[in-house]
């Protein structure tokens, strides 16, 4: 079946630190892959997204590219923000008739001033 | 346009006892999914509904069931609590099964 592993956190960094969240799943078929991000006592949001191979999602500074010889999805930012803190989600959905996401464990991300 | 609307957000509910959760999608949004946060398993899939009918379901036991409306509102109920059950409750919408989904804030469940 479906799974999605990303690195255990929580990850805590300064402002304006490189950030870089590791993503690797196991799919059948190509799935489609994203980024959810959840602020405190919030729901997910959509952070990016990348449907195939090679592909970039980005979005507020935040990159992942899918790479299937890899099968990664990693999250990067070069400069992390006080309000980037926040819990993110890796996510995939695989084609087909079945469109639930699979997600990640989830990292949480502390920036400090 | 207004966003995934959950009621109740936080709701207490003892062992035995039934609770019925809310979800009103996204205006013309058809598609309704449902899952379970937890500490200790992350996010999972309930279900999913489009057009009144559930196209897919997670692996949960029968107390936990759904339903969606001709409007697309959706409601999942949960019969007979146990205090596993306790859990944020997110709802997803999305246009069509195939779409971006979109979550709203989640109902918090405690179940003492």
């Known amino acids: 079946g479906n799974s999605v592993t990303q690195m255990e956190g929580p990850v805590t960094l300064s402002e304006e630190a490189f950030l870089t969240i590791n993503c690797t799943y196991t799919a059948t078929g190509y799935p489609s892959l994203f980024w959810y991000v959840q602020y405190p006592g919030e729901g997910l949001q959509l952070l990016l997204k990348?449907?195939?191979?090679?592909d970039k999602g980005s979005n507020k500074g935040f990159e992942a590219t899918y790479r299937k010889e890899t099968t990664s999805f990693h999250l990067e930012k070069g400069s992390v923000q006080v309000s980037d803190s926040a819990v993110y989600f890796c996510a995939l959905r695989s084609g087909g008739s079945n469109y639930k996401l699979t997600f990640g464990k989830g990292t949480l991300l502390t920036v400090n001033p | 346009k207004a966003g995934v609307t959950q009621t109740p957000r936080y709701l207490i509910k003892t062992r035995g006892q039934q609770v019925t959760l809310s979800c009103s999608p996204i205006?013309?949004?058809?598609?309704v999914s449902w899952y379970q946060q937890t500490p200790g398993q992350g996010l999972q899939f309930l279900f999913e509904?489009?057009?009144?009918?559930?196209?897919n379901k997670g692996n949960f036991p029968g107390r936990f069931s759904g339903r969606q409306f001709s409007n697309s509102r959706s409601e999942m109920n949960v019969s007979t609590l146990e205090l596993g059950d306790s859990a944020l409750y997110l709802c997803?919408?999305?246009?069509?099964?195939?779409?971006?989904?979109?979550f709203g804030p989640g109902t918090r469940l405690t179940v003492t």
């Open positions: 205006s013309g949004h058809r598609s």
């Open positions: 990348a449907t195939k191979a090679d």
């Open positions: 509904y489009f057009s009144e009918t559930q196209r």
């Open positions: 997803a919408s999305s246009l069509e099964l195939s779409d971006e989904q979109y």
